[in-house]
């Protein structure tokens, strides 16, 4: 019987793996897509390691204070159980609609911000 060859090779291994490769990175982008758009990624931190918030003094401000160092003028200390650290923490949403005194002290009767 004779041998005989063909020209025509199989390529359809290497495409096959391509294509599943794609589709993993696909899949992968859209969890993590859908991940960070609904909110359950990792939240963003109100200010970066190696600083703390001060909370501007009766107002809705804040700004990051590099850790050692005191708040400028016009801002506070946040009271330690109630330092917010990320973004719509319970604590972020709640100074939006309290304030401070210049003692770092809770007031009384703030108006609410608009919603």
Not at 63 to 74: A, L
Not at 104 to 113: K, L
Request: with cysteine; hydrophobic share 30%.
């Amino acid at each position: 019987m004779p041998h005989t060859t063909s020209a025509a090779r199989d390529h359809s291994a290497p495409e096959i793996r391509r294509t599943r490769t794609a589709t993993l990175l696909l899949a992968g982008l859209g969890v993590g897509a859908s991940l960070l758009l609904s909110g359950c990624g990792i939240g963003e931190a109100i200010c970066s390691n190696g600083y703390y918030p001060a909370a501007q003094v009766n107002g809705p401000g804040s700004y990051c204070v590099k850790d050692g160092d005191e708040p400028k003028p016009g801002f506070v200390r946040y009271p330690a159980a109630k330092v917010p650290r990320q973004v719509d923490d319970e604590w972020d949403v709640y100074w939006r609609t309290h304030h401070l005194d210049e003692n770092g002290n809770e007031i009384a009767g703030t108006p609410s911000a608009p919603g």
